[in-house]
């Protein structure tokens, strides 16, 4: 399989950005407004504090972009099946979609804070939202399960990828998304996008030179005289 020299250096590229701006836009989300009356009517009276939240939006937004690119070029460098390409798109495209949607939620109340002046923000209603957006964190992790393992596997069986990685590391990060709801977990999946964006890093001229005809083929094409 012959791969255009920059497709895995963007893929690389793409994969390690989303993790530095993940983190990035998790630190600006962690001061929440809290759960009770008084802290999230004090949180959304402080335009210092719930700011914080329209940044981490469009951090989050961006680091989606990059993971949508990852996933793209991911699938495309690694997966020569039609099939199994066609389900990991769409798998690692449901897990950007889910994550921009709670990117959305987590920021929402912040926005209506914004637009509508004097806007009163009820404990009740901004734990509804606050809750919605987790879930849709939570959804976005586990729709890129199929992801992950496919291009793990596809990965290691064409030695683009160590065979350590296509199986522990697969594994490992599909682990850690199913028990995303406990949040830490996620560091694992962050650890694979990590591993596997420096793999193609170094290893990307070995896939960018075109692999020798098989002797086989050449044997048998027919001779032509002159």
């Given amino acids: 399989m012959v791969i255009r020299s920059g497709t895995p250096r963007w893929a690389s590229a793409t994969g390690l950005a989303f993790v530095v701006l993940f983190g990035v836009a998790a630190t600006l989300y962690a001061s929440g407004a809290g759960s009770s009356q008084p802290d999230v009517s004090a949180y959304y009276s402080d335009p210092g504090q719930w700011s914080q939240q329209i940044e981490g939006f469009g951090v989050l937004t961006v680091a989606s972009i990059a993971l949508m690119i990852f996933v793209v070029t991911l699938c495309h460098t690694l997966i020569r099946q039609v099939w ?37 923000v009820l404990a009740t209603t901004h734990l509804l939202v606050e809750d919605a957006a987790f879930v ?46 406990w949040y830490f977990p996620l560091a694992i999946f962050l650890l694979w996008v990590v591993v596997a964006s420096l793999l193609l890093a170094v290893r990307w001229r070995a896939l960018s030179e075109p692999q020798p005809e098989p002797l086989a083929e050449v044997r048998n094409r027919p001779r032509v005289e002159l």
């Fill in 136 to 181: 849709g964190l939570v959804v976005a992790m586990a729709a890129a399960i199929p992801w992950v393992l496919i291009v793990s596997w596809s990965g290691a069986r064409q030695g683009v990828v160590p065979i350590w990685f296509g199986a522990l590391g697969g594994a490992a990060s599909a682990l850690g998304q199913a028990l995303s709801y």
């Fill in 84 to 120: 199994w390409r066609d389900v990991a798109l769409l798998s690692g495209t449901a897990g950007v979609v889910f994550l921009m949607l709670a990117n959305m939620l987590w920021s929402a109340t912040a926005f209506t804070v914004l637009i509508q002046h004097h806007y009163q």
